[in-house]
Structures are given as structure tokens and as C-alpha cells.
């Protein structure tokens, strides 16, 4: 099992970029595919007038997942968090899909982890170019 967090408007699709995110959906991922909800965390809104500070809080409060899912991410962004052990994958697809995706090539790209330092998904079938189609 993973904990994945999503920056979403609306829990339905991916469509927020990391940096920009007012919220978080975290999610419990099984190897299956199958997933679980588990709660929204909100970035307080006085720390988003400044993008760089926002984005370091949100990293904080995500600390504990393993996987960040977002429509965008920059680089010093998806750097903090790979220092922090969390991987990061830029998408724009349904949230359900990603997470099954996920969940059944998890294993696969955590394993392969030092080949997505720089992660970007998006364009193939799946909307990950490391494993997921």
C-alpha cells in the first residue's frame, strides 16, 4: 500500500499544478489497483501569494505520502520532494484512472525510482511514460 496525494479542484481529475494547489486528496493505494479515500489537506491560503513558499509547505504537509500526482510540477518542486523520498509525476487525466494505474505499476516504478528524477507523464495512453500503459 502507498499513500498518494492529488492536486485536484474537484477529486475527478488531476488539474491542478503542485505549486497553485489549495488542496490535496490523499488516497490509500493497494498493488491491485484498488484504492481508498482518505482525506483532503488544504494549503492555508495566506502562504499562496508567494508560489515558492506554498510550494514548500505543501511539501511539508505532504510528508508522509510516497507518490505526488499533479497537473504540473517545476523542478525545484519535484527536487525537494525527491529529496524527501517522494516521487512526483506530472499528469492531467482522471484521478480513478491514475490511481489504478498506479497501484498495478507502483511496484514497478518504485523500484525503477533513480530513472524518474525527472519524471514528466502525460502525452502516452496511460498519462505516465515510466510502465503505466
Given at each position: 500500500?502507498?499513500?498518494v496525494a492529488v492536486a485536484s479542484?474537484?477529486?475527478i481529475t488531476?488539474?491542478?499544478?503542485?505549486?497553485?494547489a489549495k488542496e490535496?486528496?490523499?488516497?490509500?493505494?493497494?498493488e491491485t489497483?484498488?484504492?481508498t479515500f482518505l482525506e483532503r489537506r488544504e494549503i492555508p491560503q495566506?502562504?499562496?501569494?508567494?508560489?515558492?513558499?506554498?510550494a514548500s509547505k505543501a511539501i511539508e504537509l505532504l510528508a508522509d505520502v510516497a507518490v505526488v500526482l499533479a497537473a504540473q510540477i517545476g523542478r525545484q518542486a519535484?527536487?525537494?520532494l525527491q529529496t524527501k523520498g517522494i516521487l512526483s509525476f506530472a499528469l492531467n487525466r482522471p484521478v480513478d484512472k491514475a490511481l489504478v494505474a498506479y497501484g498495478k505499476r507502483g511496484k514497478y516504478i518504485k523500484g525503477n525510482a533513480h530513472l524518474n528524477a525527472?519524471?514528466?507523464?502525460?502525452?502516452?495512453?496511460?498519462?505516465?511514460?515510466?510502465g503505466c500503459r
Open positions: 500500500m502507498s499513500k479542484t474537484d477529486g488531476i488539474n491542478e499544478h503542485f505549486g497553485r490535496f486528496w490523499i488516497y490509500e493505494v493497494a489497483g484498488a484504492y495566506d502562504i499562496n501569494a508567494s508560489h515558492t513558499h506554498a519535484e527536487a525537494e525527472t519524471a514528466s507523464c502525460g502525452a502516452n495512453s496511460c498519462g505516465c511514460s515510466h
